[in-house]
C-alpha cells in the first residue's frame, strides 16, 4: 500500500507558476505508476499528467497542458512533483494525485491523495 499526501496548491494569477508536490508514504514508490488529476467544480475528474515506474519514467499529458506541466518523480524521495507554468483560468481545479501498479498511465488508479486546490484568477 502507498499512501498519498499532495501540497503546494494555491491562488495564483493568470500566467503564473505553481509546483504540486506528492509525498508518498511506502516502501515501494519506485515500483508505481504515478498520475495527477484534477476536478473542476461541476466536471467530472480528469487526467492531467502520468509517469510510469522506476527511474526515467516515461511521461504523458493531456492536450490541455501539454507543453506548460511538466511532471516528475524523485524515487530517492518518494516524491511525484508537477510543475505548472502559465496557468490559466481554466486550470482551476482540486488536483490529485494518484498511483498504481501497471503502466497504463491514464486511468484504473488505486491509491488517491486528499487533494490540493489550485485557484488561477483571471
Known amino acids: 500500500q502507498v499512501q498519498l499526501v499532495e501540497s503546494g496548491g494555491g491562488l495564483v494569477q493568470a500566467g503564473g507558476s505553481l509546483r504540486l508536490s506528492c509525498q508518498a508514504r511506502?516502501?515501494?514508490?519506485?515500483?508505481?505508476?504515478m498520475g495527477w488529476f484534477r476536478q473542476a467544480p461541476g466536471k467530472e475528474r480528469e487526467f492531467v499528467a502520468g509517469i510510469t515506474a522506476w527511474a526515467g519514467g516515461n511521461t504523458y499529458y493531456a492536450d490541455s497542458v501539454k507543453g506548460r506541466f511538466t511532471i516528475s518523480r524523485d524515487n530517492a524521495r518518494n516524491t511525484l512533483s508537477l510543475e505548472m507554468n502559465g496557468l490559466k483560468p481554466g486550470d482551476t481545479a482540486v488536483y490529485y494525485c494518484a498511483a498504481k501498479t501497471g503502466t497504463a498511465v491514464f486511468e484504473n488508479y488505486t491509491y488517491w491523495g486528499q487533494g490540493t486546490q489550485v485557484t488561477v484568477s483571471s
Open positions: 511506502g516502501r515501494t514508490f519506485s515500483t508505481y505508476t
